[in-house]
Each structure stands twice: as structure tokens, then as C-alpha cells.
């Protein structure tokens, strides 16, 4: 059994119309949801081995903001450059090319390709909130299998389905 965490990133600004579209922060509610949503994540997912972050401030900074929740060393934070603006078949192809040994593996990133991945893998139409975790297990031992026949959408949380106080 695999699981994939599907997280779209936390709220960014758009505060400073000048910054390049990879080049967006978070905003003041992203900075606020990420902790959140981290620790949550992280309570769930005790043995998250690995995050995958698009190269965008606003998708790396959640990675970071999640990878701060598990103990330190623990969930290894790479950055593939192939997450901005990744569609299905880009994102179905990075997933499987990931080792075998990886058991729960998080990806970092944007929509609209975030939930056309979820949708097409769920088999359920979905629209990733920011800061939205999606849960899929895949019923297989090898990742290069990863499709919608082993796939099984487990759960989505989201900062609004709880609110932050």
C-alpha cells in the first residue's frame, strides 16, 4: 500500500503586481492555514518519508511550513521544478518514478493540475481549496503502478472544513 498527499499550497498575494507568478508569497491567511493544516497532516501522517515542492515561493513555503510539523530529519523536502504548472500526465509520471521504498510520499503545488490529478485518480470531481490535503492509497507495493484502478481517494481536509480560529 502506498499513500500520495496531494497538498495544494496556502493562500498567496497578490499584493505586489510586479512579482513573477513563481515568485508569489504567502498572504497573511496562507501564513495562518499552514500550521494549521501542517500539524494536522502530521498528526495523521506520523511516518511521512518524503515532500516534493514546486520550485514557486508560495508552494515552497507550505512544504516548509509541513516539513517544520514532523521531527526534524524525518521528511526529506525536494524540490522538482517539474510541479509548476504540472498537469496529470506530467504529475502520474513523477509519481511513478518514485523508489518502492517510499511508503507515504507528500506533493506540493497548484491547480488547476493538483485537482484534475485528484479527480482523475479519485474517480470524484474535485476542486482543491488552498491549502487542501488530499489522501490517495494506491493498492500496490510499486509506485510505477500508481493509477486510477489502484487508486482510492482516502480523504480531503482543507482549512474552511474545520475552520482556524
Keep these: 500500500m502506498k ?7 496556502a493562500k498567496s498575494s497578490w499584493d505586489d503586481a510586479g512579482l513573477k507568478d513563481i515568485d508569489r508569497p504567502l498572504n497573511e491567511r496562507g501564513l495562518r492555514d499552514a500550521p494549521v493544516m501542517a500539524a494536522r497532516t502530521a498528526k495523521a501522517f506520523p511516518d511521512m518519508q518524503r515532500l516534493v515542492s514546486s520550485p514557486a515561493v508560495r508552494a515552497l513555503s507550505t512544504a516548509r511550513c509541513f516539513q517544520a510539523a514532523w521531527k526534524p530529519g524525518q521528511a526529506e523536502l525536494l524540490v522538482d521544478p517539474m510541479l509548476y504548472e504540472a498537469g496529470t500526465d506530467t504529475l502520474l509520471g513523477l509519481i511513478r ?56 481517494l482516502v480523504n480531503v481536509d482543507y482549512p474552511k472544513k474545520f475552520p482556524i480560529p
Design 3 to 9: 499513500t500520495l498527499l496531494v497538498i495544494r499550497h
Design 97 to 152: 518514478s518514485f523508489p518502492d521504498w517510499l511508503q507515504t510520499v507528500a506533493l506540493f503545488g497548484h491547480n488547476p493540475g493538483f485537482s484534475q490529478l485528484v479527480t482523475h485518480l479519485g474517480g470524484t470531481p474535485i476542486d482543491m481549496p488552498t491549502c487542501c490535503v488530499s489522501q490517495l492509497e494506491f493498492d500496490t507495493a510499486e509506485w510505477k503502478l500508481a493509477d486510477p484502478q489502484l487508486a482510492r
